[in-house]
């Protein structure tokens, strides 16, 4: 089951800060505004279809179109309302001042795509050809996966399996590409038929976006529709002013207030 909220430009909820941290993703529906949503996507298409040229355009895994640090070619991404409005976003969930973009990437799964981005904890990806199971990694950096179109489950949107991201990450296998290179794909080695109960997709509006930590197993679908476009802009934070210990205090009280709170509710939800 989704957890949608609507964000409102300044701040989240004392709720959605609890969601966030008990479930390690949140869904926001209304991230950035029309106008940025067109800017973004008229960048978006200058890349993909060549008029802007970059040389981190490759395939992933030899099968899915990712273009790496945007930012680097064109200046809509190197500063946006999205960016702006993540800022906001770790300030409330880090509780710190802050944060910086230390990553950014495309990925394009035009209609008709029919490959999967396979479940894994980014973490998966801190080492070549895969992070060893019992990786750890900070709760300062923050992924941002914000849809230029509207998605759901037949076009790729982001799915998550909540309350996995306490521990450390589970062994990786590289399943596309070469083993040796960055450029591969990984996916999760005891994770790949999960039950659907226990997943949360996240269908979203244009403009809507998903956050998540490093260590929260996801996955997107192939694109099964015939003619919608499924483009994802997707960036890193890191908060920079945060000291890890307070971080991980910070991130207690809420996950312990969180059930405090509600327990039957997450109960029911997970
Ligand atoms: O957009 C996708 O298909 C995959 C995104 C993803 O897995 C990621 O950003 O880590």
């Given at each position: 089951?989704?957890?949608?909220?609507?964000?409102?430009?300044?701040?989240?909820?004392?709720?959605?800060?609890?969601?966030f941290?008990?479930?390690?993703?949140?869904?926001?529906?209304?991230?950035?505004?029309?106008?940025?949503?067109s800017?973004?996507?008229?960048?978006?298409?200058?890349?993909?279809?060549?008029?802007?040229?970059?040389?981190?355009?490759?395939?992933?895994?030899?099968?899915?179109?990712?273009?790496?640090?945007?930012s680097?070619?064109?200046?809509?991404?190197?500063?946006?309302?999205?960016?702006?409005?993540?800022?906001?976003?770790?300030?409330?969930?880090?509780?710190?001042?802050?944060?910086?973009?230390?990553?950014?990437?495309?990925?394009?799964?035009?209609?008709?795509?029919?490959?999967?981005?396979?479940?894994?904890?980014?973490?998966?990806?801190?080492?070549?050809?895969?992070?060893?199971?019992?990786?750890?990694?900070?709760?300062?950096?923050?992924?941002?996966?914000?849809?230029?179109?509207?998605?759901?489950?037949?076009?790729?949107?982001?799915?998550?399996?909540?309350?996995?991201?306490?521990?450390?990450?589970?062994?990786?296998?590289?399943?596309?590409?070469?083993p040796?290179?960055?450029?591969?794909?990984?996916?999760?080695?005891?994770?790949?038929?999960?039950?659907?109960?226990?997943?949360?997709?996240?269908?979203?509006?244009?403009?809507?976006?998903?956050?998540?930590?490093?260590?929260?197993?996801?996955?997107?679908?192939?694109n099964?529709?015939?003619?919608?476009?499924?483009?994802?802009?997707?960036?890193?934070?890191?908060?920079?002013?945060?000291?890890?210990?307070?971080?991980?205090?910070?991130?207690r009280q809420?996950?312990?207030?969180?059930?405090?709170?509600?327990?039957?509710?997450?109960?029911?939800?997970?």
């Amino acid at each position: 089951m989704a957890h949608k909220f609507s964000y409102p430009g300044v701040m989240l909820s004392p709720y959605e800060v609890e969601r966030f941290w008990s479930d390690g993703f949140l869904a926001m529906e209304s991230f950035i505004d029309e106008s940025t949503v067109s800017e973004l996507r008229r960048a978006y298409d200058d890349i993909i279809e060549g008029r802007v040229l970059s040389k981190t355009d490759r395939m992933l895994g030899g099968i899915t179109r990712q273009v790496l640090v945007p930012s680097m070619v064109h200046p809509v991404f190197e500063m946006n309302q999205a960016i702006e409005r993540a800022t906001d976003v770790v300030r409330a969930l880090l509780g710190t001042a802050t944060a910086s973009r230390t990553y950014d990437m495309l990925i394009d799964k035009p209609a008709g795509h029919p490959y999967e981005t396979p479940w894994h904890q980014d973490v998966g990806y801190y080492a070549v050809p895969t992070a060893p199971a019992g990786t750890t990694a900070p709760m300062t950096t923050l992924q941002f996966w914000v849809a230029l179109d509207e998605v759901d489950i037949d076009n790729g949107c982001m799915e998550f399996l909540p309350a996995c991201h306490t521990g450390s990450s589970e062994a990786h296998e590289v399943t596309a590409g070469a083993p040796n290179d960055d450029g591969r794909l990984i996916a999760m080695v005891d994770r790949q038929n999960i039950d659907p109960q226990s997943v949360a997709a996240c269908p979203l509006p244009a403009g809507g976006a998903t956050v998540h930590t490093a260590l929260t197993p996801h996955r997107t679908g192939p694109n099964r529709t015939a003619s919608k476009p499924r483009r994802a802009y997707i960036f890193n934070l890191l908060a920079t002013d945060a000291d890890e210990r307070g971080i991980e205090l910070f991130m207690r009280q809420q996950y312990v207030r969180s059930i405090e709170n509600s327990p039957l509710r997450y109960r029911a939800e997970v």
